[in-house]
């Protein structure tokens, strides 16, 4: 099981790929080379930090290589600021555009008297048919760190409530996206990892 | 709903983790890694390792033991103790921290929070503030005076306008230690922790007195702490994180469990 792990110079992918280890997948990282991307049996997009880091993707190519390998077919899983990539920007960078998958706006929290950011374990309430959440029972807990979240639509796989209800996760098709670190969140990210690395067009696991 | 997490704190000197009240009479407590694990196992939410060796040879040992508590560790882990520049983040974070904390090194200059949140996120940044209250001041709660070196060297700085300033540098956490309470097993500093947590947007993780279920109860309420840290009621197996909050949950804290 190969995975080609997008490195844009947002924080560290340490615990990326160590999860990634752990659940028997070869992990290849690239900051550019964009024939590992053309090549990618799956592809994830890490990070923690800021949106802006993004603008790498553009400035490297490894955005339009990335839309090219999502249109063939490519699982892509988007984590934290890689998930918020997957929409079309972000109020924290709004000059940086995301990747338009979706086609909605991540924001700030709504001002209120709760901590920014959003730090700690908060339970997942899973929508009926998500391939990347499936066996993720009511109430089990994912670890967050966060300030600016993506809104609930349609392709929201899981809501968290914090301040207001916001996407946990994203999925259409092959292109998923989670704001939480399942690499961080004990049995059930690694459970949910497992998944994404099992996901196939055919729905077999 | 957003749950008050449970902690694990390993003091770790020269590669293994000691434990001893106020850094004195230190007693071997075991291997880093397979503390760190168990207690992730037994439902910590987080495993903070705190290095006290303060000698230079101490860097490389400090790094292979972050190395080996991250290699099996999948909940967030943070490494503190020694950290002065943004280099030394770096390598700490390479070695598999997903936070690091800093605590003298951000006294003396605090542009190190603003350098490594910069290159990791705020997220990333914890900063650890030890603070005794002072009897001397108009406010001896909000002007508890800020230590360093392990509590042995005051600052003048003040406990309230120091988590700030840290907040608005791109500080992600505060970890507070109330020196008054640490090591007496006699209750968290609850008035102190909210003092700080209330002058502040970000979390803020509660250190010092803990003895019984009940002063975590406390200190999520009264002091209103997002986090609390606790170390030696884990230690010698008193007790465990699971149970710790399984008894919290009775008490009406959200926690995490099943966990």
Known sequence: MRVTVIDYKAGNLTSVLKALHHLGAEAIVTDGDLALVESAERIVLPGVGHFAATER???????GAIRAAIARGVPFLGICVGMQWLYAGSSE????PGLGHFPEQCAHFAESTEKVPHVGWNSLEVKNGSRLLADVEPGEYVYFTHSYR??????????THYIEPFAAAVERDNVMGVQFHPEKSGAT???ILCNFLSWSAEGSK | ?????????LDVHAGRVVKGVQFVDLVDAGDPATQAARHAREGADEIVLLDITATH????????TV????????????????????DDAAQVFDAGADKVSVNSAALKDPTLIDAIGRSFGAQAVVVAIDARRDPKAADPVRDAEVFVQGGRKPTGRRVVEWAREAEQRGAGE???????????RAGFDCELTAAVSESVGIPVIASGGAGTVGHFVDVFGRGKADAALAASIFHFGVSSARSLKEELAKAGVSVRLPC
């Open chain 1, 57 to 63: 993707l553009d400035a490297t190519g490894l955005t």
């Open chain 1, 93 to 96: 960078a709004p000059e940086q």
């Open chain 1, 150 to 159: 993506g809104p609930v639509t349609s392709d929201t796989a899981a809501i």
């Open chain 1, 189 to 191: 990210g690694l459970k």
């Open chain 2, 1 to 9: 709903m957003i749950t008050k997490r449970i902690i694990a704190c």
């Open chain 2, 57 to 64: 040879e101490g860097r490389q040992t400090l790094l292979d």
């Open chain 2, 67 to 86: 190395r080996r508590t991250a290699r099996e560790l999948f909940v967030p882990f943070c490494v503190g103790g020694g950290i002065r520049t943004a």
């Open chain 2, 174 to 184: 505060i970890l507070l230690t109330s020196m008054d309470s640490d090591g007496t």
